[in-house]
């Protein structure tokens, strides 16, 4: 399996043979690898399952799942058999959906997500929220740990709010990550970089281009910077 490294890599690619090569030039540094909604619409799950098949890793499989919870139950049965290591929800679907998903995949840590790093506070009043995305963070987090989700996923500024909300045990998921070389945060707007993240009490961090966009310059330039970043975070 995995290592112990707190990195997850998205594999955020149209092409399934470079997925393989960036998990075999960066397996050294990377602890988990997330397959998100763009990797399962392109491959499907015989893509995930290839993945699985070919590479002894954990895998983080992205889907954020929001529908009634009958309809939440078959689709996480549904990906049970790719045995992937966590499984993401969304919390605002409520505590019966989420528990709907723990009990149909129980040897998989359903993660729940709560607000998307990619909204800021205007973002989060405009589509209904009553708080601010800090708070109403702490309370999707509370609410999908009380229906049995094991990891939760949220802003790195989030963190210490949730912490407080759930407690030690739970895993917390941090996107919204980028190295301090790093410029510009593409679609984040809640950004931090992974060692600040991890300090405040993260498990993992997620990290995408900052290292795969070093692919064209060749599978070493790749290597050495999932292993910089590795460093520079513990």
């Known amino acids: 399996m995995s290592n112990s490294s707190p990195l997850i890599l998205a594999l ?4 399934l043979k470079t997925a393989h090569e960036w998990i075999e030039n960066t397996r050294e540094s990377i602890g988990v690898y997330k397959l998100g909604l763009e990797f399962f619409c392109m491959f499907g799950s015989k893509g995930v399952a290839e993945i699985v098949a070919q590479h002894d890793v954990d895998i983080f499989l992205d889907l954020k799942l929001h529908d009634i919870p009958h309809t939440v139950a078959g ?3 549904a990906v049970a058999h790719l045995k992937p290591r966590f499984l993401t929800v969304h919390a605002s679907g409520g505590a019966a959906m989420i528990a709907s998903a723990v009990e149909s995949v129980p040897h998989t840590d359903i993660t729940a997500v709560t607000i998307l790093t990619s909204l800021s506070d ?3 009043k405009a589509v209904g929220y009553a708080n601010n995305a800090l708070l109403t963070a702490a309370q999707l987090a509370a609410l ?3 229906a049995g989700a094991r990891a939760i ?3 790195p500024f989030e963190i210490e709010a949730i912490r407080s909300s759930v407690g030690d045990q739970p895993i917390i998921i941090t996107p919204g990550v980028r190295p301090p070389d790093s410029h510009g945060g593409d679609d984040q707007v809640r950004v931090m970089t992974p060692a600040q993240a991890l300090s405040r009490g993260a498990n993992f961090v997620v990290i995408g281009r900052p290292i795969t966009s070093l692919w064209s310059q060749g599978p070493q330039a790749m290597k050495e910077k999932a292993a910089q970043i590795l460093a520079e975070s513990i």
């Open 144 to 146: 999908a740990v009380g």
């Open 75 to 77: 689709a996480t049965r």
């Open 122 to 124: 205007d973002d989060v």
């Open 153 to 155: 996923v949220c802003s």
């Open 12 to 15: 955020d690619t149209s092409d």
